[in-house]
């Protein structure tokens, strides 16, 4: 699949700047401005995040207004339901908010719903148990901000709600006692992109000063404050980037129970970042809704015994096995129905439907057709409870909920943003809907889209890259949206004589660049059809991050190559 490669702008003054400042390399200097650094304090802020740079949690809009009404309901003895999504970003903000509140008071319960029987968000048969179980106060967190009849209906019943959500409001709210949502036009909160699972945070910090809780009581749930960040993939910036760094530190020192488990079964011994929390840990945590029940991950984060905790996380682990083997085998499918299908090769969309495909993976399944298959738009759709669920991934660039929306009165329900959606219809309209889709997407998408994008930092020489230079690259971690793993480029290097294949599908490098008898290695995995372009001893092009390995008890640097192509026009 050929790949386009664009390079991000320059800035030479403001780079020019800072490394007068900082007195570091000045490619360092590019990607700081590059990330917004253009200060010594801010640079510093970015290198030395710590938790008095986090805002105070009362500028929040109706901050005030949910913890009376959680202080009252205590005084009152009311029964409180603490409610989350399904997913990583709910759960881990489920048993951060219920966990913290249930230390200081008993009348409190959680409920987190089916992903197959009650769908996301405020369900009715939610909102039932509450009626059912004399509860008076539902914390809703990572949902709640469209539920309009729902809450509506609730409010009729006696039932208040205090909604912790990060998603963007309509412009009706529900009729909630508060709303904490920095993404509310009238909320001066100055941060707006904090998790789910971050502003149920920012809600027990505020609840903890009122009532005079020690600190350490809140910071104990920052490693699945991390956790959420990672999983939801909100930008890496901000507040979100000093939760991440001390969470971070958390998850290496002293995990909860929950965390430790999943570490220990994961066979990870090395020090966590968020890549293994995005690739390690949140999958487990996700299969417990995909595949199952997600309150299995509460309890896991809940859980303060050691041995409790592990065989939790065993089931955990089990579900994740399951999974794979799911979105391996559906994915295998997917790809063998357009292979047989010349009129599906030469479309500008994907959409599939199996009506016996696993809910709980169509999601993953049309990332990995994208990701390894067929770069365009794609969406998945299977039969669940009598109606056609799907869920829609797009390429860079391409709003799919907005094509989405342009079908809109072929569907029953539909939601999501620019790169991520979800969707139900009739059967009888899914041809329909595969029809209007691609005719949407061929028609709106620039063809350069159907291309994958290389986005690239910086150009850098082979000289440049020093135990020194990466000991401070090693410094931008936490890294995810918007600080993103640095990636380079290197003109003009040739193999060395020892690039060789590895497996028949892997290519070990050994380059160079001009006279210099600097080389170095590195590792492109899966790029064996390029290895041409290296044996022919030719100059080339590469694209590649920097990663360390052990060799022999020894640290060294390694080029993690992501593209190479012919140096000659």
Known sequence: MQKRWTVRSYQPKQEALLQSLLRIHPLLCRLLVQRGMHTYEESRLF?????????????????????SRIEHAFFMKEKILVFGDYDVDGTTAVATVYDFLHALYDNIEFYIPHRYREGYGISTQGIEYARDNDVKLVIALDCGIKAVEQITWAKEHGIDFVICDHHLPDAILPPAVAILNPKQYDCPYPYKELSGCGIGYKLISA????????????????????????????PMTGENRVLAFHG??????????????????????????????VFVIAPRVNAAGRMDDARKAVNLFVET????????????????????EVDSTITKEAVAIIENDLELQGRKSTVLYKPDWHKGVVGIVASRLIDKHYYRPTIILTLS??????SARSVTGFNVYEAIHKCKDLLENYGGHFYAAGMTLKPENVPAFQERFEQVVAESIDPELLKPEIVIDTEITLHDITPKFFRILQQFEPLGPDNLRPVFLVRNVMDSGYSRLVKDEHIKFSVKQGRSSISHTGIGFYMSEKFPIVSTHQPFDMVFTIDEIEWNGKMNLQLKVIDIRSSKP
């Open 207 to 234: 609840f903890a000063q009122k009532q005079n809780v020690p600190e350490q009581s809140v910071h104990r749930y920052l490693d699945l404050v991390a956790t959420s960040i990672a999983a939801d993939i909100v």
């Open 305 to 324: 015994d050691m041995e409790k905790a592990m065989e939790i996380a065993k089931v955990l682990h089990a579900d994740n096995f399951d999974r794979k």
């Open 385 to 390: 409870n009598d109606k056609v669920a799907g």
């Open 47 to 67: 290198f030395r995040p710590t938790l008095a740079d986090l805002h105070d949690p009362w500028l929040m809009k109706d901050m005030d207004k949910a913890v």
């Open 248 to 277: 971070l530190k958390k998850v290496n020192e002293s995990p909860l129970p929950g965390i430790q488990a999943l570490i220990q079964l994961s066979g990870l011994k090395e020090q966590l970042t968020i890549s293994n929390l």
